[in-house]
């Protein structure tokens, strides 16, 4: 069983920045894929980025690419997910999520059997 506990998120002005943060517990974060997913009032939940346990393979959202960034540091079982140059449409739930499986499902949201409880951003114009 891994738990995962976002933290980071908040009020920020459009072209701002935030980080958040995603820690998890037990002895095998090194071996997850991780990703950071997003969901606002009345959408569905999508992907925003994703990283493979290597570090190497990453994954971002059409929508987000070249403002958000996502890194990790096994060594403190936590990923990240740098975010600039936010946009009023960037505000969202943000949820981390850990897939546990040996392959790169990447941006595939059924693949992910763990999940945080989410932090909000909440970006204004």
């Known amino acids: 069983q891994v738990q995962l506990v976002e933290s980071g998120g908040g009020l920020v002005q459009a072209g701002g920045s935030l980080r958040l943060s995603c820690a998890a517990s037990g002895r095998t974060f090194s071996r997850y894929t991780m990703g950071w997913f997003r969901q606002a009032p009345g959408k569905e939940r999508d992907i925003v980025a994703a990283?493979?346990?290597?570090?190497?393979?990453?994954y971002y959202a059409d929508s987000v690419k070249g403002r958000f960034t996502i890194f990790r540091d096994n060594a403190k079982n936590t990923v990240y997910l740098q975010m600039s140059s936010l946009k009023p449409e960037d505000t969202a739930v943000y949820y981390c999520?850990?897939?546990?499986?040996?392959?790169?499902?990447?941006?595939?949201?059924?693949?992910?059997?763990?999940w945080g409880q989410g932090t909000q951003v909440t970006v204004s114009s």
């Open positions: 999520a850990a897939d546990d499986s040996s392959s790169w499902h990447g941006p595939q949201i059924s693949a992910y059997d763990y």
């Open positions: 990283i493979h346990s290597s570090g190497v393979i990453k």
